[in-house]
């Protein structure tokens, strides 16, 4: 059984022959012409590649790139020029400096980009993608974040959007508005395309929003959308990589079939006996946290089976993957990880 098979019968709740184990292709590519990939592919380690189904375009806007040096250091900056003002954010070392959203000017901006931005299918390159990467890479419909998500993370910040929540409701109501529209559209169309599983990378956290906004922004969004996927028959996972006790009844009405990137405390807040509590049903693709697999090699080991033990269903609903930062020492410590999945073999 490749990891494509096993992959699909986790989909569907059933048991693989092994516990499944992947990695982001955003955190593999760093080292991907190494040679000691591939024994662990061999092995039954995948690759999961987030490909969009649709192609976004905004006619009469301009997205500008470029470096600058400030105290001795680097800064990447993006323009986006529209015909109703410009928007621009930097990052240093990968990490926003500054953000895109700002004032009440910089969201009615936003807000004409969002509403003049048009979607078409991308569904044979999608499909080309997927025959590309045979035969340890995986393909998965990405539709991104729901519409407060996106505000949150990729526009503004958490620190400016707690101050933006007082300050400019408003601004932030009307950009939500506009965003909802456009994931219908984006749902509709992963709804009819090719791929089973559809990533919603959330990258949520409860404390950053708390059970009452969980409830009034994210879940009525979960419970109009996707339910269509669910009748096309895709399976839905959100990624949610932070902390998740404080929302955890709400995210038990949530019709997400799979909690990706779950990760126990301290990063998260949940143990998986717990989780799988709260959420029978659901299916996990759980991250091991980034400091165990500095574990001595016997106790990293014990701490995977026992992860299963814990967090699966019989060993039904249950897989790991690399979604976070990967180990410094993946050399040593990833076929650990593999060689402990190969006593899960039935």
């Known amino acids: 059984m490749n990891i494509r098979e096993r992959l699909k019968l986790f989909w569907a709740g059933e048991r693989p022959d092994i516990i499944p184990y992947t990695i982001y292709q955003n955190e593999w590519r760093h080292t991907q012409n190494e040679p000691e990939w591939q024994p662990m592919f061999d092995a039954g380690l995948g690759v999961t590649w987030h490909v969009c189904p649709f192609r976004e375009e905004t006619k009469g806007v301009e997205y500008l790139h470029d470096e600058y040096s400030e105290n001795g250091e680097w800064y990447h900056r993006q323009t986006i020029k529209t015909p109703v003002g410009r928007l621009y954010q930097t990052w240093l070392n990968g990490w926003a400096r500054k953000h895109l959203l700002e004032t009440a000017e910089d969201y009615r901006v936003m807000i004409w980009i969002v509403r003049h931005t048009d979607f078409t299918t991308r569904y044979e390159e999608f499909i080309e993608m997927e025959r ?85 922004y994210l879940l009525p969004v979960y419970k109009e959308c996707f339910p269509i996927l669910s009748q096309a028959g895709k399976i839905v996972g959100s990624h949610y990589d932070g902390r998740t006790a404080s929302c955890k009844n709400l995210i038990a009405q949530a019709p997400i079939d799979l909690i990706e990137s779950l990760t126990e405390p301290n990063e998260g807040d949940l143990p998986l006996e717990e989780a799988r509590i709260a959420w029978r049903d659901k299916l996990f693709w759980c991250n091991i946290r980034v400091g165990d697999y500095k574990l001595p090699p016997k106790k990293l080991h014990d701490k995977v089976l026992d992860m299963v033990q814990r967090g699966s269903d019989n060993g039904r609903r249950f897989a790991f993957e690399v979604s976070e930062q990967y180990p410094d020492n993946w050399r040593e410590s990833i076929p650990v990880v593999i060689e402990a999945l190969q006593e899960t073999r039935q």
Not at 183 to 204: D, H, M, Y
């Open 132 to 216: 590309k990467i045979a035969p340890h890479g995986v393909a998965l419909s990405a539709i991104g974040r729901t519409p407060l998500q996106t505000i949150l993370v990729d526009f503004v910040g958490l620190e400016n959007f707690s101050l933006h929540l007082m300050d400019l409701k408003d601004e932030i109501e009307e950009l939500y508005d506009s965003l909802l529209a456009n994931f219908r559209k984006r749902v509709q169309i992963a709804s009819e395309g090719p791929g089973t599983f559809v990533s919603n990378l959330e990258n949520f956290t409860a404390e950053s929003l708390g059970p009452k906004r969980y409830e009034k």
